[in-house]
């Protein structure tokens, strides 16, 4: 399991102002940590996405699609006034199973 994961480069900054760059972004840092546990977004069962804009799901829906492919996990998604980091746009949680 992996909860209040945001889009942060490598020195803890948030990426730039772009939803799809930061949804790369936060799957990239997502993908790295599965694979270091032999595990890939196939493993996924469930997904809790926190935006700040629903307005902006279409930007974030399109590049979120393009990493699970045929995997289809549960998922919640909500949008929060305010995430723990000034500045997110968006914050994700998950579980899979190894």
Do not use: W
Request: charged letters at 20%; one cysteine or more; hydrophobic letters at 50%.
């Amino acid at each position: 399991m992996l909860t209040g994961q945001v889009a942060l480069d490598h020195d803890g900054k948030i990426v730039n102002n772009n939803m799809g760059a930061r949804t790369r972004q936060l799957f990239e840092i997502i993908f790295a940590l599965l694979a270091d546990r032999c595990a890939t977004f196939a493993d996924f069962v469930n997904i809790h996405t926190y935006l700040s804009d629903l307005s902006r799901l279409p930007e974030h829906a399109a590049v979120r699609l393009s990493y699970f492919g045929e995997s289809r996990p549960t998922s919640m998604m909500v949008e929060v006034s305010r995430l723990f980091k000034p500045g997110a746009l968006l914050e994700i949680g998950i579980a899979a199973v190894i």
